[in-house]
């Protein structure tokens, strides 16, 4: 790669922004750095670098209290729950599953409300797909 294009820049705007690495000093002075000087390869690579182990640390351990998390992107099709302790791995279940009765019981304040809400806006971030 000589130069790089609008597109590529848009691209890890986008990834930056999705990834949560937007917000980082580090990310925001070698994104400047590459603005200053397109041709620069050494920066572009330090940066798509970051964006890629950012991404992977996303879908082994998603932060489920991140404006954009990616649990439910994890498997397409699927509805993110929330993470299984000890190791954080994600629950999810398929649309299918939500045919017949659930029982979803706990003390107050436990929950139980935002869970349905949480599974019905993914529901409707299916339907809008």
């Known amino acids: 790669m000589n130069q790089i294009t609008e597109k590529d820049i848009n691209d890890i705007i986008k990834r930056a922004q ?3 690495r937007n917000r980082e000093l580090k990310f925001s002075k070698l994104f400047n ?3 200053a000087n397109p041709a620069d390869v050494m920066v572009y ?3 798509i670098e970051m964006l890629k182990e950012a991404e992977m640390n996303d879908l082994v ?3 489920p209290f991140r404006a954009t998390n990616p649990i439910s992107n994890l498997l397409p099709g699927t509805i993110g729950l929330g993470k299984v ?3 954080g791995v994600p629950y999810l279940i398929y649309p ?3 045919t017949t009765h659930m ?3 706990g003390r107050t304040g436990g929950g139980k409300s935002n869970l349905i809400f949480l599974i019905l806006l993914q529901l ?3 339907k809008n797909d």
Do not use: R, V
Request: glycine fraction near 4%; charge should be negative.
């Open 18 to 20: 999705k990834t949560g």
């Open 45 to 47: 690579n330090l940066i």
């Open 33 to 35: 750095l590459l603005k």
């Open 103 to 105: 029982l979803i019981c």
């Open 61 to 63: 351990d998603p932060d």
């Open 85 to 87: 302790p000890p190791k």
């Open 124 to 126: 409707l971030e299916m």
């Open 96 to 98: 299918e599953m939500l």
